[in-house]
């Protein structure tokens, strides 16, 4: 996948139906605000982030429907859109996650490297990263794995003093931060505890523990 396929902007009829999407599907809120309470979510940051749910489908996203919408939101507006299941908790029989076909890989909450900070968080998975901006107030963008990095990332990061990786709890995670602080020279890497992740920490301790745990506080 070279470098300019996954900075480039979609084309002008994919962007305006993301943008369709991301209003429409963000219309629906209030049927995964269940879900997200039980995440610890709360309204404001939903619909600051235009979460959205699936109710009425636009065309391609048909296998989408009943799933929590997730824009991947720029100053350019939405160029992805990631489709998380909440209707079950082991997602036995399906993925957890579904992307549009021929989705690239992207970083998800681009908007806070636009924050006057001397860090920015980078956490595996984008409801992660929106508790961690959204809740905790911590600049921080989302990566879907550790397969999923770009090496050219590398270089969006470049300007800051720290970044600081909030990795998951296991071995996964583990594996996931030490590749990124094998890349990024000015990083280094905070667990979240054995069985957490920053959604499950925040909801456990609070956005100031976990402020400090992240040592910005």
Known sequence: MS???????????????????????????????????????PDDVAKEWKLGFVLDPLPGHEDMKGRLAIPYLTLAGTVDLKFR??????????????SEAGSQARLFGVLSLQTDSPYICVCEGELDALCAAGIAGLPAVGISGATKWRRHW???????QEVVVLRDGDSAGKK???????TLYNSRQVSMGEGFDVNSF???YGPGVLREKAGVA
């Open 3 to 41: 470098t300019a396929s996954t900075f480039a902007l979609p084309g002008k009829k994919r962007r305006a139906l993301l943008e369709r999407a991301t209003t429409e599907y963000s219309d629906c809120l209030d049927l995964a605000l269940p879900y997200l309470t039980q995440r610890g979510i």
């Open 85 to 98: 299941c909440i209707q079950c908790v082991s997602c036995e029989g399906h993925p957890k996650y579904m």
């Open 154 to 160: 590398q270089y969006v990061f470049e300007g800051y």
């Open 176 to 182: 996931f931060a030490d590749h990124l602080c094998n």
């Open 202 to 204: 925040l909801q456990a």
